[in-house]
């Protein structure tokens, strides 16, 4: 392998040249499209007066150069498979350029490519320079004109950002322009040209400007685009009210494609989605579904202003919009929605997969300082820890300052490209507060772990607790400073919250600690009983604690707590203390009797308190979890405990379980968030039912596949037979009926593959490879590659686990097909095996294998990152 370049965050200079306009001509052919650039060029005072214009440019077939109108001659450029350079230009000039690009022969899906009948393109990061020879990096901002000319009646709908200037027809051309007026980098370009169908809509703003919705899908798929419009809605209006945020441009597109290797993007005024993450419909959408349509339409909207109109100064300030973006989406779902439940997803995604990445060889900090691939750096760690950064900065703010903060950010670099530090810096400001410290979560990797001890003093009425901070040496990052960390506490007394002094200070019952130091401790005056403590609440930082809990604690916690995070905490504590005496082989029996009574009770409550924490509340610790709890985890005896515990607690509560499922039939119909979180309760205990072998629960999950209204049901049905291993002759009946009756829409025909590849027993492998040629399957379809082997990888532990390593090979030999066509996907899926550090030998060394058989490929600069990170 020979290594790729390294790009250092310490390397950034300002670019040479701006482009104040650019002026593109699209020519769609069959076969071929011919792009026309007209840059108008001026020299950035901040350079350093380079003579030669350097652009980027990548598989690009050059046909012209001139500048303003002169014709440029082979001496005056240079080409490289990488970048054009022009020699001696001018202070300022108009560099006219033709490319000719093959966006059918495009399997990348970085640029300008086909999915299905349509062009669409993806440029972020950095895939407009697939598309023409440009200044491609976010700190040149531009304004944007686009002309899309193909021949006429070949297509109904062609879009480019902003307005629409004309559409007309000549010469047997159809030739439409548009122009955005909003200065933009060139990786918020976006192109469409298809056969689509538009679901319209409008929304007036708070200044009273009427906004245009559009909604383009293919015509079979217009029926499910209403509620991601109503999403949209909302979205505007909580924007607005939160954030005083308003819309700019007249019109607002998204448009859904098939092909798509992320979620969703957001171009300026021109959103491109997968249509995992638009189209919704109950009879063949589930809840989550729903939920994550509302969130992403949510989140690719809020870009407009947290990376739109405020930027990013270079790849590595991408958690200054992605963190701040997936804040506001996190809030507007926990307003939508329920607030604790969606608390407790962000909490379990952090700690089951960002905590992992922090753990293994592609950790980074939240504004990374190197990169070989920036694509590689799409992660959780930018994302959602980079949000968890963002939520403790709000926190430490309060809200009425954190909204000025914000507000002086988005009045005082409209326009302009930025850095994280220029937002903390707001922060700053407006507060008054020193964030030196606080600054450290941006550069430092890895996650914080607090050891938490305490001790009672009954006679002084005394509680103390002693936390001391530290974080684990990742690669590159062997010193790690102490971090400013907002640690939210309260104390649970027999009967509920004890009151709070601190210092003779009256603190309510619910204080947050400010963590600063190596260890603290912290003296609680005037506490009457022996409290449990409740640590950590509301998640509020991305730390791991250690806390030695006594199982009345835990059950207090679990059944008192107000702050939902910490009961489902304190309930996944509990599960987890099972688990792992269950794994080391300890005795376990009280331990289980208090996990039972402490479910028992909970099920009882069920009428009293919210379904889906309630639901949340019933599943167990997930495996990459608990694997992470060990420095060589066995993966096959901590499937095998996790299956044990789930077989014991379905037969210790099947009466209650049984009760809850029957009784809350009637409130978990129509779409309300009441019905949702009826079913999410339902759909538990009917999961756990079915771990037994026992006719009747399976008949239940029959009926309840045949009867279902919404696909909710019929998909919870169909997961719970499959996955279960008493139910093998009616669960290939209903995956039969479910292909029958689905076969058409595509996208539950991903669920069904997915369902078969999580299969926790058999022999899935033999199947997934089945799949692998199954008329429905598509491997240049990213969903399709999700759906059956991201699934297979990341969701079937105990299968891909398999002692015999087969899985691990199976995996490498895949995604070395795959980087062919697609390296960002191939790169992705790559991550399980990344991991090989974190299990026992025997495991380890089967996955180092199947990595290092990699290294024989020619791989893509993604894959190579990755692979070279791993092995060394
Ligand atoms: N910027 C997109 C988002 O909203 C994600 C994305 C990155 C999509 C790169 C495509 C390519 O998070
Ligand atoms: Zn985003």
């Given at each position: 392998m020979s290594s790729p370049t390294v790009t250092y965050l310490a390397d950034y200079r300002a670019p040479e040249f701006l482009i104040e306009k650019t002026h593109l001509t699209f020519e769609l052919h069959e076969g071929y499209t011919d792009v026309s650039s007209q840059l108008t060029l001026v020299r950035n005072?901040?350079?350093?007066?380079?003579a030669h214009l350097v652009l980027h440019g990548e598989q690009l077939e050059l046909l012209a150069l001139a500048i303003d109108e002169r014709t440029l001659n082979a001496e005056d450029y240079q080409t490289t498979p990488l970048n054009l350079t022009v020699y001696n230009v001018p202070e300022r000039f108009v560099l006219h350029c033709k490319t000719r690009i093959y966006p059918e022969k495009?399997?990348?899906?970085?640029?300008l490519y086909r999915s299905g009948g349509m062009y669409c393109t993806q440029?972020?990061?950095?895939?407009?320079r697939k598309i023409t020879y440009y200044?491609?990096?976010?700190?040149?901002m531009s304004e944007f004109e686009t002309v899309i000319i193909a021949?006429?009646?070949?297509?109904?709908t062609m879009l480019s950002n902003g307005n629409c200037v004309s559409d007309t027809v000549r010469d047997g051309n159809r030739i439409v322009h548009w122009h955005d007026p909003f200065k933009k980098p060139s990786y918020l370009f976006a192109l469409v040209a298809g056969n689509l169908a538009c679901l319209e809509d409008h929304f007036t703003t708070q200044s009273g400007r009427q906004v245009l919705l559009q909604i383009y899908t293919e015509a079979k798929d217009q029926d499910k685009c209403h509620f991601a419009m109503q999403s949209l809605k909302k979205a505007m209006r909580w924007d607005e009210q939160t954030y005083g945020r308003e819309y700019d441009l007249d019109r607002f597109m998204i448009v859904a494609v098939?092909?798509?290797?992320?979620?969703?993007m957001e171009n300026k005024g021109l959103n491109i989605f997968n249509t995992a993450c638009v189209l919704a419909h109950p009879?063949?959408?589930?809840d989550a579904a729903f939920q994550r349509v509302e969130g992403v339409i949510a989140h690719e909207y809020f870009h407009?202003?947290?990376?739109?109109?405020v930027t990013c100064r270079?790849?590595?300030?991408?958690?200054?919009k992605e963190g701040l973006t997936v804040y506001r989406d996190s809030e507007f779902s926990a307003d939508m929605n329920s607030r604790a439940v969606k608390r407790i997803e962000d909490a379990n995604l952090i700690r089951s997969v960002q905590f992992v990445e922090d753990a293994g060889p592609m950790a980074h900090p939240v504004?990374?300082?190197?990169?070989?691939?920036?694509?590689?750096?799409?992660t959780v760690t930018i994302y959602e820890k980079g949000a968890e950064v963002v939520r403790m900065l709000a926190n430490i703010l309060g809200p009425e300052q954190y909204r000025r903060a914000t507000d002086l950010y988005f009045s005082r670099f409209d326009g302009q490209a930025v850095t994280c530090d220029d937002f903390v810096q707001c922060m700053e400001e407006v507060s008054g507060k020193d964030l030196q410290q606080f600054r450290l979560w941006y550069s430092q990797a890895g996650t914080p772990h607090l050891q938490i001890s305490d001790s009672f003093d009954a006679d002084r009425q005394q509680y103390s607790l002693t936390i001391r901070q530290h974080t684990p040496a990742t690669p590159g990052q062997t010193e790690k400073k102490a971090l400013h960390i907002p640690f939210k506490t309260a104390l649970y007394g027999d009967k509920g919250a004890l009151p709070l002094t601190i210092n003779g200070q009256n603190k309510g019952t619910e204080t947050t600690l400010d963590?600063?130091?190596?260890q603290q401790t912290i003296v609680f005056e005037q506490v009457t009983e022996a409290p449990a403590p409740s640590l950590l609440r509301s998640f509020s930082a991305p730390v791991k604690i250690f806390y030695d809990y006594q199982l009345p604690q835990l059950q207090r916690l679990i059944l008192l707590d107000s702050d939902g995070f910490c009961r489902w905490d304190a309930m996944q504590s509990l599960m987890r203390i099972v688990l792992c005496n269950a794994i080391d082989g300890k005795d376990n029996h009280t331990e289980q009797t208090v996990l039972i009574e402490a479910i028992r009770q909970l099920l009882a409550s069920h009428s009293t308190m919210d379904a889906a924490l309630l639901a949340s509340m019933l599943s167990l610790p997930n495996e990459q979890y608990l694997a992470s709890l060990?420095?060589?985890?066995d993966p096959v005896a901590i499937s095998q405990a996790r299956t044990q515990l789930q077989n014991q607690l379905a037969a210790e509560l099947q009466t209650e379980l049984l009760h809850c499922y029957q009784i809350l039939q009637d409130q978990a119909?129509?779409?309300?968030a009441p019905a949702m979180a009826a079913r999410s309760l339902r759909n538990a205990a009917l999961a756990y039912l079915l771990q037994l072998d026992n006719a009747h629960y399976r008949s239940l999950a029959q009926q309840q596949f045949a009867q279902a209204d919404n696909m909710t049901n019929q998909f919870s049905a169909l997961r719970a037979l499959v996955h279960a291993e008493h139910a093998h002759a009616i669960a290939q009946e209903a995956l039969q009926a479910f292909y029958q009756q689905w076969q058409h829409e595509t996208l539950v025909v991903n669920m069904w593959f997915q369902v078969q590849a999580t299969r926790?027993?058999?022999n899935v492998l033999q199947e997934v490879q089945n799949l692998l040629h199954?008329?429905?399957?598509?491997?240049?379809?990213p969903n399709k590659l999700r759906a059956v082997i991201a699934a297979f990888a990341n969701q079937n532990f105990a299968r891909f686990h398999d002692k015999s390593g087969k899985a691990y090979q199976f995996l490498a030999e895949q995604i070395a097909d795959i980087d062919q066509r697609n390296p960002q996907i191939a790169s992705r899926l790559l991550t399980p095996l990344?991991?090989?550090?974190?299990?026992t030998d025997t495991h380890a060394t089967l996955m180092r294998t199947a990595l290092e058989s990699l290294t024989q490929h020619e791989l893509s600069k993604d894959m190579y990152e990755v692979v070279s990170k791993s092995l060394s």
């Open positions: 005072p901040q350079g350093t007066q380079a495009n399997t990348a899906l970085e640029g440029c972020e990061a950095e895939g407009f200044l491609d990096r976010p700190d040149v021949q006429a009646g070949t297509f109904s098939d092909d798509f290797n992320m979620g969703a009879a063949s959408t589930t407009n202003w947290s990376g739109n109109r270079d790849w590595f300030q991408l958690s200054l504004r990374p300082d190197s990169y070989m691939e920036i694509s590689n750096f799409y963590i600063c130091q190596d060990y420095a060589k985890a119909q129509g779409l309300s926790p027993w058999g199954h008329k429905a399957f598509d491997a240049r379809n990344t991991h090989w550090h974190q299990f």
